[in-house]
C-alpha cells in the first residue's frame, strides 16, 4: 500500500477554491471573446478537471466521460456566441457537461455497467473489512465512508462538491430525483457521510 | 469522539476535502487536457453542427445470430434526414449503406472509439462504408469545404451516439 495519505488540511487556503475558479473562468473567457486565443488554453486548463469530475459522476466509463468533456468544449466555441452571461461560464460549461453525460449515461444504460473502479458498489460487509484496515488517516477514511454511501448519495455529493452553485433542478432530473428534494437529499447524504466518519473515529 | 474528527468539519471544508479526495482518486486522465486543446484548435469553428435527432431504428439486434441481420437508422434535423441501412458482415464487421436527403456531396465521418472513418457522398446523396467495425458511432456530416477557411452560413449536422 503506497497510500501516503498525510495531507493535512489547509482549510484557509481552500475555503475559496471553487469561487476562484469560477472567476479565473470568467475572466479568461471574457478574453478569448475579445480576441485573445490563448485565453482558451487558460479556461480549458481551468475548467476541464472540474469538468471531469462532474462527468464521472454519472458512472460514464473513461472513454465515454473523455468524449463527453470534448464534446462540451466543442459545444463552447460553436455556441460561444449565445451565451448570455459570459461570466456564468463556469455554469454553462457544467450544465452542458452535465446534460450530454445524462443523455450518453441514458442511451447506454443497458449496455454499460453504472459502477466503475471508482464508483463501485460495493456492500457494506464487503466494504468494511478492506475499508478499515484502509481507514489510517485523513483522505483513506473519506474515502471508506464515502464508498458505503449510496450510490445516487456519492454521485450527489460529487456534483455538489465540484459546482459551486449547482442547479438543483436539472441535478434532480438526471440523478431521477423529485425536483426540489435535492436540498433535503444534499442534506441526508452529508448527513450520513458525517455519521459513517464519527463511527469510524469510534472503532478507531 | 475523538477530536480529530472529519465529522465536525463545517460543510463547506467537508466539500473541499471530497473534491480534493476524488481529484486523487479518480484524476483526469494526462492526455486529455491536451486532446481538447487538439480538438479545438482542429475543429471548424465556421461551422455549426446541428443535432440529428434518431427518429427510427429497425431491425433485429446486431451479433445476436445469422449473417442477414439488417438494421435500419434514420436520422433527421428539419428538411435534412439521412437513412442509414446496416448489415451485418459478421465476425464484428458492419458495412453501411446511406442516404442523404435532400441530396448532396457531403463528407460524412463516422466517428468511433478507436478510429475516424470519412467518406463523400455522392451527387444523389449516397455513401457507403463497405467494412466497419461494430460499436459505438456518432456520425458528423460536414460541407464538404470544411477545411478552407471561414465562411459564416456552413452547417454541419451531428448525432448522439448510436451502435452499429
Redesign the interface.
Known sequence: MSDNDT?R?R?DG??A??SVIWDDSAAAFGRWLSGEPGA??EL??TM??VL??VV?AYGLA??QA??V??TT??AL???SGSIADPRAIAAWLLTTARREAW??SK??AT?IPVSDE?LEAVSEDEASAEDVALARD??S???AC?RRQSERCQRL??I???EQRPDYGKIARDLGMPVGSIGPTRGRC?SK???A??QM??S? | MTIRSDAGLPDEELFARLRRMWSRRDPIPAELVDNVLVALETHDLGTEYAMLTLLESSGAPMGMRAISDVKLLEFSHGERSIMMRVSDLGKGRRRIDGWISPAAPLLVRFEQDDDDFTTAASAEGRFDFSDLPAGRTRMWVQPEAVHSGRGGSRRGFTTDYFIV
Do not use: Y
Open positions: 495531507v488540511g482549510p481552500r475555503r477554491e471553487s482558451m488554453d480549458v486548463h476541464t478537471p471531469w469530475q464521472r473513461q472513454d473523455q468524449d468533456v470534448q468544449w466543442l466555441v460553436q455556441r443523455r450518453v442511451a447506454s449496455s471508482v485523513g483522505e477514511r473519506l474515502w464515502v455529493l460529487r455538489v462538491a465540484f452529508l457521510l458525517r455519521e466518519l464519527e473515529d469510534g478507531r
